[in-house]
């Protein structure tokens, strides 16, 4: 069992919450983890590229001149690939990069994720996390209590919390996210994480279930 000190928004530790490792995730497997990111990132990629081939660029299919006797290397159409204007030899093409690994892969790998942040103590547990009205002002001051001001931060809740998110958006490498949504390259991306403490009970059950 992991002793997690509990602080409130001024900074202060108000508690503690015991919570075993283990129970998140048995152990981090850092080449499901390496997969699991690798297969996020390739889905972000646009694959928009598009070059075009031979049979796509303007001009006349006519052989430019006769094979022999001009003293000329041999050419066929001012298409040709080899030739100025003409088209690519191997055209780009827009294609999708994504794909999927298996869905209990990729569950396992964010509850590893969770477990590298508390192993390498840079999850920092808050007693509660909320705004009568977005405040960036009020968020910077929390972020600053609790030390992780200058650092890329990702704020958990346990569930979407629209004055927390308007709160923290305009403030540089902070990221809001509730618990359904967190995955192995959120939660890797940033160098802390603060969760509120209905947060970490989620995180808990959800690993648990």
Known sequence: MTSLPVYDRAGNQVGSYEID???????????????????????????????KSRGEVRGSTKKLYRQKGT????????RSGVRRGGGHIHALQPRDYSYRLPRK???AATRMAIRSKLDSGNLVCVDQLSFAE???????????????SGHST????????????????????VTVSPVAELNALSVLQPRRMLVTKEALDAICRKAQA
């Open 71 to 78: 003293g000329n290397a041999r050419a066929g159409s001012r």
């Open 105 to 107: 892969a990729v569950q």
């Open 134 to 148: 977005p405040r960036t002002k009020e968020m910077a001051a929390v972020l600053g209590a609790l030390k992780l």
């Open 154 to 173: 990702l704020v958990a809740t346990v569930g979407y919390d629209v004055n927390v998110y308007k709160s923290a958006r305009n403030i540089d490498q």
């Open 21 to 51: 490792p283990a129970a998140v995730a048995p152990s981090v497997n850092k080449q499901l983890l390496h997969d699991v990111v690798v297969m996020y990132q390739a889905s972000r990629r646009q694959g928009t590229q598009k070059t």
